[in-house]
Each structure stands twice: as structure tokens, then as C-alpha cells.
Nanobody
Framework: QVQLVESGGGLVQAGGSLRLSCAAS????????MGWYRQAPGRQRELVAR???????NYADSVKGRFTISRDNAQNTVFLQMNSLKPEDTAVYYC??????????WGQGTQVTVSS
């Protein structure tokens, strides 16, 4: 089982920026996909962005042009740079990893709150 440690959440005003980090350890295999999901109160968890080991990415339409996902394969770390934040980005953000064994792991979540 992969262990994930997230950091970087917090409170920011609308228009501000935050950077989330997630470090993976204990995989025992390569990590194929790393990503971020979020869940706002009363809503389903949704994909924000994900990145494959080769660098391909995809984003939710709601964050395109504002968020950037990147990863450091040597450190098994994924980052989410969030710019031009909006109140509707307020949610708990979860790191998600799929390793080459097909195992999925989730982080504990980090709160992002954007005030208007």
C-alpha cells in the first residue's frame, strides 16, 4: 500500500494562489498516475487534474488555465499549483495514486478555503 503525505492547503482570498504537494512512499512498484481530486460539502468527489509518468496531463474544465499539475518522478511527488482561486474551489483536496500493480491509494485530504 502506498502512503501519501499531503501538504499546502489553507485559507486564501479569491484571486490568490496555493500550491499543494503530495509525496508517495512504499509503493513497491512504479507509479503510473498521480492526481488530485476534491470534494466540496454536499457534493461528490471530482477529478481536478492528473498526470501520467510520461508527463501527459488532463484537467477538469473548471480549472483549465488556472491550475497546473506537475510531478517529480525521482521523488514520487506530485504538485498542484492553483492560481486565480475562486470561492467555488473551496473543498477538501485529495491526492490519488495508481501504481503499476493497479493499486489505488488516497491521501488523507487537505482543506482549501477560498474567501470572497
Amino acid at each position: 500500500q502506498v502512503q501519501l503525505v499531503e501538504s499546502g492547503g489553507g485559507l486564501v482570498q479569491a484571486g490568490g494562489s496555493l500550491r499543494l504537494s503530495c509525496a508517495a512512499s512504499g509503493s513497491g512498484s512504479g507509479i503510473a498516475v498521480m492526481g488530485w481530486y476534491r470534494q466540496a460539502p454536499g457534493r461528490q468527489r471530482e477529478l481536478v487534474a492528473r498526470i501520467w509518468s510520461g508527463g501527459s496531463t488532463n484537467y477538469a474544465d473548471s480549472v483549465k488555465g488556472r491550475f497546473t499539475i506537475s510531478r517529480d518522478n525521482a521523488q514520487n511527488t506530485v504538485f498542484l499549483q492553483m492560481n486565480s482561486l475562486k470561492p467555488e474551489d473551496t473543498a477538501v483536496y485529495y491526492c490519488n495514486v495508481l501504481n503499476t500493480y493497479g493499486q489505488i491509494s488516497w491521501g488523507q485530504g487537505t482543506q482549501v478555503t477560498v474567501s470572497s
